[in-house]
Structures are given as structure tokens and as C-alpha cells.
């Protein structure tokens, strides 16, 4: 994982991206040393052998449950999209201040990115940084899917268009 990160007086931002890329080979690995018999080393299609694809899967669950964890309120979790990109996205008051946290977590092209904005209570709300993430082609075209994209194994990826042209390049 790559954590990025910014600060402005006691407002804080952050943006993670986690590649999984390299997941179903790193489960398969580690399958070939369980237990004979064992059900993740069995290889079941939907699964995948070493449960990579069940990982894949719940990465955005996962990741939404660790703010769930918090010593903190919820005061919003939903469904959402950017760019036609599901996710998640929830909003908490921490115990501890009554500072406000927005967060944002998607999946594209299995990069799990977690967005988080933290302010001290009655400042203005960060949620244009968590609802601000958009997806590039390999040419660093801007994109948007014309159906939703869910980052999943076995799932097509839906056809996209082109938002902006490719950014020169120094």
C-alpha cells in the first residue's frame, strides 16, 4: 500500500491505494502449503484456489469495516459511485473531538483507493476531496463506464469514453 497525505492546520487528508494486482498469485503461493484437504487449497472456481478471488471480492468491505471499528459515530454509510465506479462511502463524528471524517473507498482496476478527510467540528465538510477521485485510461485520458464497474473477478469491464485528452507529458 501507498499512503499519501496532507495536512492544513488541524484538517487532515489522506488517500491510500492498495494494488492487488499481485494477490492471486501471492494466495496460490500460499495455498500450496496448507493442510491437504484444507478448503481454500482446493481450488473451487468461484474461490479460486488460496480464496483470492473472495479477497478481491470483499476488499471494499473490508476496508469500509476498519472506519466501522472506530471510536467514533456513524452518521452516514452508502452505496456510491464516481465515475460510475462502485463504493462506499461513510461519514463519522470521532468520540473523541466531535471531528468530522469523510471517506471514500473504491476499486479500479484492482487498486483498492481509500480516501479520508478529517476537520475539527464546524469547519467546512471535506467531502469535495472524498468525492473528488476520477480514473484514467493507460494514455492519462480522463474516463467515465457507461454501466457501473465493479472491480471483480469474472466481472467484464463495462466500455468507457474519453473525458479529456491525455496531459502532456514533461
Known amino acids: 500500500a501507498r499512503v499519501y497525505s496532507a495536512a492544513e492546520g488541524q484538517s487532515r487528508y489522506s ?3 492498495v494494488d492487488y494486482n499481485p494477490l492471486e498469485r501471492l494466495a496460490v503461493e500460499k495455498s500450496k502449503s ?4 484444507a478448503e ?4 473451487i472456481a468461484d474461490v479460486g484456489l488460496g480464496y483470492w478471488k473472495n479477497d478481491m471480492r470483499g476488499a471494499i468491505v473490508y476496508a469500509t469495516s476498519k472506519f466501522l471499528q472506530r471510536d467514533a459515530k456513524v452518521t452516514r454509510l452508502t452505496w456510491n459511485f464516481q465515475q460510475m465506479v462502485q463504493g462506499q462511502e461513510l461519514q463519522l463524528i470521532n468520540n473523541a473531538d466531535q471531528s468530522v471524517t469523510w471517506a471514500s473507498v473504491y476499486m479500479h482496476e484492482n487498486k483498492l483507493i481509500i480516501m479520508e478527510g478529517t476537520v475539527p467540528k ?3 465538510l471535506p467531502e469535495f476531496f472524498t468525492q473528488s477521485l476520477g480514473w484514467l485510461d493507460e494514455k492519462g485520458n480522463g474516463i467515465r463506464y457507461s454501466t457501473i464497474y465493479v472491480n471483480a473477478p469474472d466481472v467484464a469491464k463495462p466500455a468507457f469514453r ?5 496531459r502532456p507529458r514533461n
Open 15 to 17: 488517500l491510500t491505494v
Open 40 to 43: 481454500p487449497c482446493q481450488g
Open 162 to 166: 474519453v473525458l479529456a485528452a491525455p
Open 34 to 37: 496448507c493442510p491437504a484437504g
Open 122 to 124: 464546524g469547519y467546512p
